[in-house]
């Protein structure tokens, strides 16, 4: 079935380093995705979100990146800080439907 | 954003009882979501919730055993109703519709489950 996944479940990086984490989708009517953040023991936080008539939308310190093409949605944290250290989540809507479908999740290690 | 409220925050049940979960949200909102997430797992939906009219159940889950209300644009409940050790879970509830934004979704803090 459609699905969205994520290719690495576990991402450890250095305080200071720049992380990527990446995600691919399979349906290709998804018109709107979302990063989010989850801290051990609270919800989800909306980091960033992106149309799927953009390829690059940047916040604060992160910036999305999506490829149409390969199907694929990247976040890249920048100077990475030990509070980065979370499980983050894309999340797809695919047209037609207000709800999420989420990916599997990648766990940030940040090493001091 | 919404500020999104959720009680109890965790509980700890018997098995073979039900708890009923509760969302409350700052602001109307136009639509309402229930979310389970199993332990080391991602999300999940449960159904969306209506308000003035039944839920609408994603496959998998049933009204009999999440029964869902929403009686308002601010508020709604979640019932996890015969519950059994699997039924241990984080459940969510999520907002959408209530911003600039009709898409994004924020999520309430969760309510944590253990059946025993």
């Known amino acids: 079935g459609e699905s969205v996944g994520l290719h690495l479940p576990t991402l450890s990086v250095q305080e200071g380093d720049n992380s990527i984490i990446n995600c691919a989708y399979s349906n290709s009517a998804s018109d709107y995705f979302i990063w989010y953040k989850q801290e051990s023991g609270k919800g989800p936080q909306f980091i960033i979100d992106?149309?799927?008539?953009?390829d690059k939308r940047q916040g604060q310190r992160v910036t999305v990146l999506l490829n149409k093409t390969v199907k694929h949605l990247s976040l890249q944290i920048a100077a990475t800080q030990p509070g980065d250290s979370a499980v983050y989540f894309c999340a797809e809507k695919r047209a037609g439907r207000r709800a999420l479908t989420f990916g599997s999740g990648t766990r940030l290690q940040v090493q001091p | 954003s919404a500020v999104i409220s959720q009680k109890p925050s965790r509980d700890i049940c018997q098995r073979g009882t039900s708890l009923t979960i509760q969302c409350q949200v700052d602001?109307?909102?136009?639509?309402m979501f229930w979310y389970r997430q199993q332990p080391g797992q991602s999300l999940t939906l449960i159904a969306t919730?209506?308000?003035?009219?039944?839920?609408?159940?994603e496959s998998g889950f049933v009204i009999d055993k999440f029964p869902i209300s929403r009686p308002n644009l601010t508020f709604s409940t979640l019932t996890v109703s015969n519950m059994s050790p699997e039924d241990s879970s984080i459940y969510l509830c999520?907002?959408?519709?209530?911003?600039?934004?009709?898409?994004?979704?924020?999520f309430g803090p969760g309510t944590r489950l253990t059946v025993l």
């Open positions: 992106i149309r799927s008539n953009m």
């Open positions: 602001s109307q909102v136009t639509m």
């Open positions: 999520s907002v959408a519709g209530g911003g600039r934004n009709t898409d994004t979704q924020y």
């Open positions: 919730a209506n308000q003035g009219s039944e839920a609408t159940y």
